[in-house]
């Protein structure tokens, strides 16, 4: 029952908006404006009411247009991801060759504050681990 009232309801409230028809603007000869559903003969009218508001253009595309637009952004994504391609592979190669440094040199020295530094075995396995993860990680 309530379901049949609140669908009444609506739709007696909803009605008045769906008919309701064009309203109208003018302005008579002593200038007063007037509002109305039928405008006087012989004067100018301009409709106000149930009417859409003009649509705003959409801007002028830009040169190329949206087609070109999205070719030009297109290319600028490949080419950073052929950059960060290439950055990768160099990691890799650089990655791979220290490690192989790393398990096949038992002396490994290192530049400390320019001075030549031999790593012990503990920091040489500790390298070697953090260097294999990073291959793992980021090398297939």
């Known amino acids: 029952m309530r379901m049949i009232l609140l669908t009444a309801s609506l739709l007696v409230g909803l009605s008045p908006m769906s008919m309701a028809g064009q309203i109208y603007k003018w302005v008579d000869a002593q ?57 990768l592979k160099a990691f890799c190669e650089q990655a791979r060759t220290n490690l192989a440094q790393l398990q096949n040199n038992p002396r490994v020295r290192e530049d400390v504050e320019g001075e030549m530094r031999r790593l012990t075995d503990e920091e040489r396995r500790q390298r070697i681990d953090e260097t294999r993860t990073q291959v793992e990680e980021h090398c297939q």
Request: charged share 20%.
């Open 31 to 87: 200038g007063v404006t007037h509002f109305g559903a039928q405008p006087p003969e012989g004067v100018q009218a301009t409709t106000v009411g149930k009417s859409s508001p003009p649509v705003p253009k959409p801007p002028a595309p830009a040169s190329g247009g949206v087609i070109g637009d999205q070719k030009a952004i297109d290319q600028k994504v490949k080419q950073q991801v052929e950059e960060q391609e290439a950055q």
